[in-house]
């Protein structure tokens, strides 16, 4: 699940920087790297530089979107920006914004259904 997170600002490089986490920078986030919620999730997971450096950018586009400012930043900014932030910074950030789904109960048992052959819950 992602949670919003709202307006976060960062000081890099004596800038400050402004970021929106929300689900539109998520969504913008599967368009720029060609993947769904459970690849960016998962990339996100293994700290892949790339997806953290497009995580910086979509929400900094997103703030500025939000504030009605001028992008005055490239993607290649936002590389730097990680470089500047590290790399845990970084991933605290994005870690920040996802949640796994809450279960009162673990390990449930399956079966299979027998209408559509797909394993449900029992």
Known sequence: MIKNRGTVEKEIAGKKIGFKFNM???EA???????GLSGLLISIGQGK???LATFLHRGAMQYCKAEKKEVDFTRED???WLG???F???MKLAESCIAAPAHDEKNLPATVSKESGVLQPA
């Open 24 to 26: 539109a920078a998520f």
């Open 29 to 35: 986030m599967g368009d720029d790297l060609n993947l």
């Open 49 to 51: 530089l790339s997806t």
């Open 78 to 80: 936002a590389s730097e």
């Open 84 to 86: 500047e932030l590290g």
């Open 88 to 90: 845990e910074e970084v």
